[in-house]
């Protein structure tokens, strides 16, 4: 069975919340103290992107099972979704430190590394969808 | 409201509070699960009854006053406001049906009459809601200004040396209050070195780094050290997976270690006697 849980984010509260919900469901299906501190993390990142540069949208946070020949794995997975301006260089906002916004530039580069499967879909004047995921090992 | 209805409702004064008296036990029932001692309540209900019927000969500016007490008492005790306005609609639907039952109020006048009714309710709601948010404004305000009192204190524990302990979420409103209190706190404690200690910062991501490492530069800027303490280990690598390099910041891993260091930087030392 899997569990989901959405949250909206246009304030700061929002990003606040998203988190809680990562945490909550991180700590549920068995991540340890590291992984749940980077899924919590990532969960900020990419909520504060929406906050910052998107104005609103919403953090979808769900379990995933992957089946192979060998049993089956489980996962966390963070899909951020917003209909903002889009991503115009995605190569461009991969690079640590790039940054419209004077801030670090280490988030989205951050999130890929703190997590296992990172995926971004993005077009100029549509918005943006992020997926993000970490597999319980 | 119209004379009529008036007349009637001053004539059944008592038939209609007993009335509602009784069908006011459904909501003690409701609002409150009983857990509201019997005679609290019934007391209440007399208040409240005397409010309702004050209400239609008061002036107009004496009712006010009279609700905005009656809402004091209720927010002071803590009752809900569905509470008035379950009383308010109980009153009404005893109002109606004393009008319906009864023959004083021509049956050609009884639309007129059903809105008058309904608008006097309305005004009594809206006036007691109004009560009541702004007094939440004002508790809210109020608990808004403490806890930014407490959201990024400096404390001086020696000559010279501060420390900032952060608990709780930082969002961009508190990252603003813990640089304007480092900086003021430093020039008015004369602090040589300031300590922040983030073991209560539950997420450690790149805008509170960002807001960290800007705080610590301005520090730096006005003569002073800043050291980093309370780094947790599951924070420590997520700050690395992040990329974000704290090599240039002074860290240590305890608040102790921290002052230990703030002592050797100040030319003292801890020693036992
Ligand atoms: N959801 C988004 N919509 C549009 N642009 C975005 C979004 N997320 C990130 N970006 C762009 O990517 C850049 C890099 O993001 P990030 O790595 O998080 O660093 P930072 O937020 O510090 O700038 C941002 O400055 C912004 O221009
Ligand atoms: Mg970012």
Partial sequence: ?137 | MHAAVLEMIYNQRNEIKENWSEKMTLVRNDVFKEKVPKTLFQDTNEEFAALIFNSFDAELEDGRAFLRSFAEKLIRMGWPLSYFTKGMQTFRRVVLESISSGSEIPSKKMYETFYEIEEWVDEMVNQLVDEYSGSWETTLHQQRLALKELSAPLIPVFDNISVMPLIGTIDTERAKLIMENLLDGIIEHRSQVVLIDITGVPVVDTMVAHHIIQASEAVRLVGAECILVGIRPEIAQTIVNLGIDLGKFPTKSSLRKGIETGMELTKRQIINV
């Fill in chain 1, 1 to 137: 069975m899997s569990v989901q849980s959405s949250v909206e984010v246009h304030t700061e509260w929002g990003i606040v919340s998203a988190r809680q919900a990562g945490r909550n469901l991180a700590k549920e299906i068995g991540f340890g103290s590291v992984d749940q501190a980077r899924v919590t993390t990532a969960i900020s990142e990419l909520a504060r992107n929406i906050y910052l540069y998107a104005e609103k949208g919403e953090i979808i946070i769900e379990t995933i099972e992957q089946y192979h020949s060998s049993g089956a794995k489980k996962g966390i997975k963070i899909t951020a979704k917003d209909r903002g301006p889009g991503i115009k260089n995605i190569r461009e906002v991969m690079e640590d430190g790039f940054t419209t916004s004077g801030g670090l530039g280490a988030g989205l580069p951050g999130v890929k590394r703190l997590m296992d499967d990172f995926d971004i879909d993005s077009v100029v004047g549509e918005g943006t969808v992020i997926t993000a995921v970490k597999w319980l090992r």
